[in-house]
């Protein structure tokens, strides 16, 4: 298989050919997160025989998985025959500081994986994969009946808060508020970045009941408890009133925009006259300009009924809750600060 640096060189239909085969590898590295083959590498190279007995996969199988996955610089097969950690595999390790692990697993779940397997229906339709493939409209239903895929997803939640929220704490001067709401923030890790930054700011993390019941523990470890606490609801019904700062990171782009609305109104009457709402969302580019956002928007389609917004899809979203679109922050992540103050 040809690098991505030669992979242009390619006749076009070879150039197809290497986009649609990118579907097996995302279910590829999704397979080997789930097993835990970066965190059984921890301490060297292993035969496939140790890996399939702590596995409990089938040798044969789990080679020519790990074959593949080492031709793309995910793990690597050294001369005797075994396979070690690469720079790409050591992302798939739990333990990584810039982990993927929980994000692999979660694309590779059937909820997942199935509901784009009917991509079709929804660009007829309009309606979502999840709801032609498992009769549902809300994937949360589905994680509240099933903790397994629920801790699945709110690790890949933590994860993506955890590596990108350095960055977005660096593009914006929280450091003016005394209270900031993380609303719908899971165990607060986007929060913990910006209390570490910043020391005035004290913080609420606001989430679903079964979300939240482990999250002051997370708040304790990173020894954040004086300045943080949790508070449990539904973002629909309301939220913790009085701050001058509310943030929601990847919220509302799993919402279409009466839903939306719901819950921006929400914040809109909790909010202080001169606070800020601040959203921390994929914006999406004008053009042929490549953007994560695009596609992210296509996962929105097929699983929630949301989707990702243009600068003007903000301003009227925003403006339509008694928000004025004060502006939008670019950051160091693929993600910017959209800043709302009240009308």
């Not at 694309?107 to 997942?112: A, T």
């Not at 929400?266 to 999406?284: K, M, S």
Request: glycine share 10%; hydrophobic share 45%; charged share 20%.
């Amino acid at each position: 298989m040809p690098s991505p640096e030669t992979v242009n060189e390619l006749p076009s239909s070879q150039r197809i050919l290497q986009i649609l085969t990118g579907k097996w590898i995302a279910q590829a590295v999704s397979v080997a997160a789930t097993l835990g083959i970066a965190d059984l590498l921890v301490g060297g190279p292993q035969s496939v025989e140790q890996l399939a007995a702590a596995t409990t996969t089938h040798p044969d199988s789990l080679h020519r998985l790990l074959r593949a996955l080492a031709s793309l610089g995910i793990f690597a097969e050294t001369e005797d025959g075994r396979f070690t950690l690469t720079v790409l595999a050591q992302c798939l390790r739990s333990d990584a500081p810039d982990s993927m692990r929980n994000w692999a697993r979660l694309l590779g779940l059937p909820l997942f994986w199935q509901s784009w397997g009917e991509l079709l229906h929804s660009v007829k339709t309009g309606e979502t994969g999840l709801k032609k493939a498992f009769g549902m409209t809300d994937p949360f239903g589905h994680f509240s009946q099933h903790p397994e895929d629920a801790k699945v997803f709110d690790g890949a939640m933590n994860d993506i808060s955890r590596n990108h929220g350095p960055s977005i704490a660096a593009a914006y001067d929280f450091g003016r508020f005394r209270k900031i709401v993380d609303a719908g923030g899971g165990h607060g890790a986007l929060l913990m970045s910006i209390l570490r930054r910043y020391p005035g700011p004290h913080g609420v993390v606001f989430d679903l009941p079964h979300v939240i019941k482990n999250t002051q523990a997370a708040i304790a470890a990173a020894g954040f408890s004086e300045r943080c606490e949790t508070a449990a609801g539904d973002l629909f019904e309301s939220v913790p009133s009085g701050a001058d700062a509310y943030v929601m990171r990847s919220i509302i782009h799993g919402f279409n925009n009466e839903r939306a609305l719901v819950i921006l109104r929400n914040i809109r009457r909790a909010i202080q006259t001169e606070g800020r709402l601040l959203l921390v969302d994929f914006v999406v580019p004008a053009g042929n300009e490549p953007s994560l956002g695009k596609l992210l928007d296509l996962q929105m389609l097929v699983m929630a009924g949301g989707r990702e917004r243009t600068p003007d899809e903000f301003k009227d979203l925003l403006g339509g809750a008694g928000f004025r679109l004060a502006g939008i922050c670019p950051t160091a992540s693929p993600q910017s600060i959209i800043e709302g103050v009240p009308a």
